[in-house]
């Protein structure tokens, strides 16, 4: 297993710029997760790691050697495609075989690792079968097969279960968290479900309009968003934003509309200035006195109640439990921990102020 | 079925394919049915359905001509066509469709250009070119003309079967350890099967019908190839049209039973799932 560097990493289309300058290093065995709304780059970087795209500007290594001109075959990756690109014409058990043809292996040798493979992943049965006459998650699974069988330096996932119903999802997302412990590999998976982010990586990088934003485990990313595209982007259902006004007396707090919140004191802000601070829904709770909001709609989701109401003339969403939830037309307060609140730069670039 | 489903307007659309294809084949007909008359009868009018049945204008036309040898000439010259015509196709379009170089487009257009040219005006450049590397008279000389006949269509017929393949599978390809040559070989030709097999057809039929260069190039009786056999049944005063039309039965009929049966075997397996 390899680890992978990015140095500065660009790629231009014509005058577009998909992917601007980014630098990760990426451990030996390490599980990142790439992630991001479409569009952010975050394929195209991946597909830079392959060997597929060329980088306009910047450095890949891997293991401290630059790659940038080496072809995809000679890099020693191996590849999840997300529509998994399966070799149509080939059975199973061909597919698998592929990539073990193209290095010097003994025909007995391809042959015990083929099963080996088709065994670890409940393939067996279905080695003698053509793609065309597999199920969803069992094309998932030959290309899943490809990739491993090889042993290659790192596995690059592009989004490979976005083709497969929920419940498979859910399954696969587990297999391949096993495997990857397992196989102690080393593992780039680009997604734009955050779930899948959040429970899979060892560190998430989030991005956007071809640029990192925050690097970091799922936990960090989540409790100490970096700004307000990470902080909106990651968490569901999404963090509220509001805009609000620094109040330093008599303590430390926002003034949002007319009520006042208590926020931490140790933040390098000045009276009155604006700020945008961001409250996750979850962090809500139903009190006897503190922010007044109007339910103006409910959404049952079992054992949790999303509720929507307005709080100072602002729309806002929380989370309650369904047995203690309002009702729409009920007028309720609202209270929340200082701690949970996040202040953000009112600036488009929306940089995190506190908690540090 | 699409479309409308009033009676009349399906009656309509049947009938006019029935005439559409009644106009295309009739002529075959008429050759097949002819070709079992008697020659004397022949002259006397066209029947659908004859009078008088016999084989005499095919076994005239056997025992008059070696129809054999032609036979073998032919296959011999259209097999070296196809397997020239093919790897050459494969490996241009391939090219044309995947690899990024400058004058891309311009050189895909080139191609056909080539067939803006009459081919007359190739015969005599030819000949001389022949004779001084030793291809006349040789199968692999005509061969080669039916190569340069047939490549410029059969690259352009590939490119849009070329273009159906996804760049993904190449992608996996190249991702589980093969170089370009490896991935065409492995994974784009068995894709673009389909293809490749109307390409192979197509040069057939090329080096099968050729006649301006098959007669010019190939001038030994051993060597004669059937367009041109068949062709001498035309004498200069006097047309033997049993023979000719027998001989025109004959010419087709090995063409269309090797592709009918070949067809399967080749369009076998060839399905999708590769992508989901």
Same mark, same amino acid.
């Given at each position: 297993m390899a680890a992978i560097d990015l140095v500065d990493l660009q790629k231009r289309f014509g005058n577009v710029t998909v992917v601007d300058g980014v630098s990760l290093q990426i451990q030996e065995g390490e599980f990142i997760v790439l992630?991001?709304?479409?569009?952010?780059?975050?394929?195209?970087?991946?597909?830079?790691?392959?060997?597929? /795209?060329?980088?306009?500007?910047? /450095?890949?290594?891997?293991?401290?050697?630059?790659?940038?001109?080496?072809?995809?075959?000679?890099?020693?990756?191996?590849?999840?495609?997300?529509?998994?690109?399966?070799?149509?014409?080939?059975?199973?058990?061909?597919n698998l075989a592929y990539p073990l043809k193209s290095q010097r292996i003994s025909k007995p040798e391809i042959q015990s690792k083929v099963s080996e493979v088709a065994e670890l992943l409940g393939l067996s049965h279905v080695l003698k079968r053509r793609p065309g006459q597999l199920s969803g998650g069992q094309r998932q699974r030959v290309a899943l097969g490809r990739a491993i069988v090889r042993e290659p330096r790192a596995f690059l996932m592009d989004e490979p279960l976005s083709n497969l119903d929920a419940s498979l999802r859910v399954e696969m997302r587990k297999e391949i968290i096993e495997?990857?412990?397992?196989?102690?590999?080393?593992?780039?998976?680009?997604?734009?479900?955050?779930?899948e982010a959040m429970t899979m990586a060892d560190r998430v990088v989030v991005m956007n309009h071809g640029r990192v934003q925050q690097v970091?485990?799922?936990? /960090?990313?989540? /409790?100490?968003?970096?700004?307000?595209?990470?902080?909106?982007?990651?968490?569901?259902?999404?963090?509220?934003?509001?805009?609000?006004q620094i109040d330093l007396s008599p303590e430390t707090g926002v003034r949002l509309g007319q009520e006042f919140v208590p926020i931490l004191s140790d933040l390098a802000v000045s009276q009155d200035q604006s700020v945008t601070i961001g409250i996750r829904p979850e962090a809500f709770a139903l009190s006897e006195s503190g922010l007044p909001v109007d339910v103006t709609l409910t959404e049952n989701l079992g054992s949790e109640t999303l509720v929507y109401a307005g709080l100072a003339g602002q729309q806002c969403w929380f989370q309650v439990p369904t047995r203690a939830a309002p009702r729409r037309g009920d007028s309720v307060y609202l209270s929340v921990q200082p701690e949970d609140i996040h202040v953000f730069e009112s600036d488009e670039n929306g940089n995190r102020i506190c908690p540090k | 079925m699409s479309g409308s489903r009033n009676p009349f307007l399906l009656f309509l659309r049947f009938a006019i394919i029935l005439i559409i294809v009644a106009v295309l084949l009739l002529p075959f007909l008429w050759i097949l049915v002819n070709s079992f008359r008697p020659t004397m009868d022949i002259v006397g009018g066209p029947e659908i359905i004859p009078s008088a049945v016999t084989l005499a204008n095919y076994t005239g036309l056997l025992e008059s001509t070696p129809y054999w040898t032609w036979v073998r000439n032919s296959t011999i010259v259209a097999i070296m066509t196809i397997v020239l015509t093919v790897p050459i196709a494969v490996a241009a379009s391939y090219g044309l469709n995947r690899c990024h170089f400058p004058g891309r487009n311009q050189l895909g257009v080139a191609v056909l250009a080539v067939y803006a040219f009459p081919t007359a005006i190739l015969v005599i450049p030819m000949f001389a070119l022949f004779n001084r590397f030793g291809l006349?008279?040789?199968? #692999?000389?005509?061969?080669?003309?039916?190569?340069?006949?047939?490549?410029?269509?059969?690259?352009?017929?590939?490119?849009?079967?070329?273009?159906?393949?996804?760049?993904?599978?190449?992608?996996?390809?190249?991702?589980?350890?093969?170089?370009?040559?490896?991935?065409?070989?492995?994974?784009?030709?068995?894709?673009?099967?389909?293809?490749?097999?109307?390409?192979?057809?197509?040069?057939?039929?090329?080096a099968w019908t050729e006649y301006l260069f098959a007669s010019v190039l190939m001038q030994?009786?051993?060597?004669?190839? #059937?367009?041109?056999?068949?062709?001498?049944?035309?004498?200069?005063?006097?047309?033997?049209w049993g023979r000719l039309l027998a001989g025109s039965v004959m010419t087709a009929a090995p063409v269309i039973l090797f592709f009918s049966i070949t067809a399967r075997w080749f369009l076998r397996g060839v399905s999708a799932g590769s992508l989901d």
């Open positions: 992630v991001g709304p479409s569009g952010c780059g975050k394929t195209t970087t991946l597909r830079m790691i392959a060997g597929l /795209e060329r980088p306009s500007d910047g /450095e890949i290594q891997i293991n401290g050697v630059v790659v940038n001109d080496l072809p995809p075959q000679r890099r020693d990756l191996a590849m999840v495609f997300q529509n998994y690109a399966l070799y149509s014409h080939y059975t199973v058990a061909k495997l990857s412990r397992r196989l102690k590999a080393t593992v780039v998976y680009v997604t734009h479900d955050q779930v970091g485990p799922p936990s /960090e990313v989540f /409790e100490k968003p970096r700004n307000t595209f990470v902080a909106g982007f990651i968490g569901t259902p999404k963090m509220n934003f509001f805009s609000a | 006349l008279d040789t199968y #692999l000389g005509l061969a080669l003309v039916n190569t340069l006949l047939a490549t410029p269509f059969a690259i352009w017929m590939l490119q849009a079967f070329m273009k159906s393949v996804p760049s993904e599978i190449e992608e996996a390809s190249a991702m589980d350890g093969s170089g370009r040559v490896r991935t065409l070989v492995r994974i784009v030709v068995p894709q673009i099967m389909p293809g490749i097999f109307s390409v192979a057809v197509f040069a057939m039929v090329v030994s009786d051993t060597n004669r190839v #059937l367009a041109v056999g068949m062709a001498d049944l035309i004498g200069q005063y006097r047309i033997d």
